[in-house]
């Protein structure tokens, strides 16, 4: 049993980036699944499918780089974690590296980045940030 499922994928994710792996496997959970259509909708990850592997079911994530195999992200860094979690009002939601990251909050309408918190003027878990 994993303490934490959501640092698990990001280190899956920075190590699959390591070797320049084509995507990774994670085990599936719909935070995992709604956490990845953010980072494919923003430019970081390339594909989030679904599949059954040996009868359980996996998200495949595929990567994403650059020109001449550069990686799109350069770090992955996990806020909140289950010892300790970090909330953010509404008018105190971080700006990661200036506005040249994000960072992926749990809102109550739902998983966001940072910018979109700010134009709904809502606060919550600070997940995780990326740049």
Not at 55 to 83: A, F
């Amino acid at each position: 049993m994993q303490t934490d499922p959501i640092a698990d994928m990001l280190t899956r994710i920075r190590n699959g980036l390591a070797i320049y792996a084509e995507h990774v496997d994670i085990p599936a959970s719909k935070f995992k699944k709604s956490l990845a259509e953010i980072l494919v909708r923003e430019g970081y990850l390339k594909t989030v499918t679904e599949a059954t592997e040996k009868g359980r079911r996996v998200l495949r994530i595929g990567l994403k780089y650059g020109p001449r195999r550069t990686t799109i992200i350069h770090q992955l860094k996990r806020i909140s974690t289950p010892g300790r979690r970090a909330y953010a009002k509404a008018s105190a939601v971080p700006a990661v590296r200036g506005g040249l990251g994000i960072a992926i909050l749990s809102t109550p309408k739902g998983l966001m980045v940072d910018r979109e918190a700010r134009r709904h003027n809502l606060g919550g878990e600070v997940i995780c940030e990326v740049w």
